[in-house]
């Protein structure tokens, strides 16, 4: 069953993000971060605003990264994403997975039918 899921979540993906040019930008306090690196005796506060912009924008560009991760999509990327990554992806283009229970006339052992599995994709 979640190879059925991964199989149409991975064809919508690549339909919907392979021509998806990535958005990238430089971090907006780039200049202050770069003024207060270059401090020759800083101070108690400098080194603190140091460390808060260095944590920001290390935030930055991961949630850069997170919002370029389906831009150029192709299924032989999806190998190479971590759990977190896979989750991002499939949240993008999956409303809801419902599985149907097995009908009355077939045995517990019936091998899987795909038609018992409703995907309902996110719209555009």
Do not use: G
Not at 14 to 24: G, M, N, T
Not at 49 to 77: P, S, V
Not at 97 to 120: M, Q, S, Y
């Amino acid at each position: 069953m979640d190879a059925h899921v991964e199989a149409v979540a991975l064809r919508v993906l690549e339909e919907r993000y392979r021509d998806a040019a990535p958005h990238e930008s430089v971090f907006p306090a780039e200049d202050q971060l770069t003024r207060l690196r270059s401090c020759e005796s800083p101070t108690d506060l400098t080194r603190m605003q140091l460390r808060d912009l260095e944590e920001d924008r290390r935030e930055f560009y991961a949630r850069q990264a997170d919002r370029n991760l389906l831009a150029r999509f192709t299924t032989d990327r999806w190998s190479s994403y971590d759990i977190r990554q896979k989750r991002l992806a499939l949240a993008a283009v999956v409303e809801s997975v419902v599985i149907r229970p097995i009908p009355k006339t077939r045995t517990r052992n019936a091998p899987f039918d795909p038609a018992l599995v409703e995907i309902t994709l996110k719209e555009r």
